[in-house]
């Protein structure tokens, strides 16, 4: 299995062709015209960059968006899915919310397509509304950008205790 870690400045160069690889396999379900890859001074801004691979073939990026951490990206190269890297990606973010005192870690997903919404229930996240300000405000963001003409999308949660240092 193949170690996560944060992304060193050198990985950065890296991030966005892999996120525009990985967004590639929803035109197999006819979703086409997703907003372009983060660049890499998106990826600077961020609050926390995790990365699988040397060089990384996965990608973690949480934002704090009003103080909540916010799953803002997922990414895993199409010739590393299906390995269980977006699971550690995943299960790294959780620990990274955790380690620095937050008690959930949220995101935005497509409902529908079978690696969003149903792998990230798989590992603890339940749809929930827009009840904070964060979600509120990622609402408002994908509004913006007309998301949901790609397809139905849901806010999701999950919830834990955080480490007490």
Same mark, same amino acid.
């Given at each position: 299995?193949?170690?996560?870690?944060?992304?060193?400045?050198?990985?950065?160069?890296?991030?966005?062709?892999? @996120?525009?690889?990985?967004? &590639?396999?929803?035109?197999?379900?006819?979703?086409?015209?997703?907003?372009?890859?983060?660049?890499?001074?998106?990826?600077?801004?961020?609050?926390?960059?995790?990365?699988?691979?040397?060089?990384?073939?996965?990608?973690?990026?949480?934002?704090?968006?009003?103080?909540?951490?916010?799953?803002?990206?997922?990414?895993?190269?199409?010739?590393?899915?299906?390995?269980?890297?977006?699971?550690?990606?995943? @299960?790294?973010?959780?620990?990274?919310?955790?380690?620095?005192?937050?008690?959930?870690?949220?995101?935005?997903?497509?409902?529908?397509?079978?690696?969003?919404?149903?792998?990230?229930?798989?590992?603890?996240?339940? @749809?929930?509304?827009?009840?904070?300000?964060?979600?509120?405000?990622?609402?408002?963001? &994908?509004? &913006?950008?007309?998301?949901?003409?790609?397809?139905?999308?849901?806010?999701?949660?999950?919830?834990?205790?955080?480490?007490?240092?």
């Amino acid at each position: 299995m193949t170690a996560v870690r944060p992304a060193t400045d050198a990985d950065l160069q890296h991030l966005p062709q892999l @996120e525009s690889a990985a967004d &590639e396999v929803f035109a197999q379900l006819g979703i086409t015209g997703l907003p372009p890859a983060a660049d890499i001074d998106d990826f600077r801004a961020a609050d926390a960059v995790l990365v699988a691979g040397d060089p990384p073939v996965g990608f973690a990026r949480i934002d704090l968006i009003a103080g909540e951490p916010y799953l803002s990206q997922l990414s895993v190269h199409p010739s590393a899915m299906r390995r269980g890297l977006g699971s550690a990606l995943l @299960e790294a973010s959780v620990a990274w919310a955790q380690q620095h005192g937050h008690d959930s870690l949220a995101l935005a997903t497509f409902r529908d397509v079978a690696w969003n919404a149903p792998f990230y229930a798989q590992h603890g996240f339940v @749809e929930v509304d827009a009840d904070t300000p964060a979600l509120r405000a990622v609402a408002r963001h &994908e509004d &913006e950008l007309g998301i949901a003409m790609f397809g139905a999308r849901v806010l999701m949660r999950r919830a834990f205790v955080p480490f007490s240092g």
